[in-house]
């Protein structure tokens, strides 16, 4: 079993940013394809951004050209950098792995954005 702990979320005003951390209780590779979701009050769950086993990244259109994702194996991290929040991008952020064919999902974060 592979437990993933998300922080970073938070309250911030738009046009701000926030940097999303997910940890992997094991080691991660590059092989496996990692994203982060978001879910919004009343909307089913999206993916906003994903990094393939082969590196290629991939985004969601709405947040292209704003967030990054990126990993660190080493420290067996997945990281989203947000920028130029807005008011739509309020949700619960998950992060998503897939280890070895099981996928595994963190708690959830709430990023809220508003003034």
């Known amino acids: 079993q592979v437990q993933l702990v998300e922080s970073g979320g938070g309250l911030v005003q738009p046009g701000g940013s926030l940097r999303l951390s997910c940890t992997a209780s094991?080691?991660?590779?590059?092989?496996?394809?990692v994203g982060w979701y978001r879910q919004a009050p009343g909307k089913e769950r999206e993916l906003v951004a994903g990094?393939?086993?082969?590196?290629?990244?991939n985004y969601a259109d709405c947040v292209k050209g704003r967030f990054t994702i990126s990993r660190d194996n080493g420290k067996r991290t997945v990281y989203l950098q947000m920028n130029s929040l807005k008011p739509e991008d309020t949700a619960v952020y998950y992060c998503n792995m897939d280890i070895w064919g099981q996928r595994y999902w963190g708690q959830g974060t709430q990023v809220t954005v508003s003034s």
């Open positions: 990094i393939a086993d082969g590196g290629r990244t």
């Open positions: 094991r080691s991660i590779y590059s092989i496996n394809p």
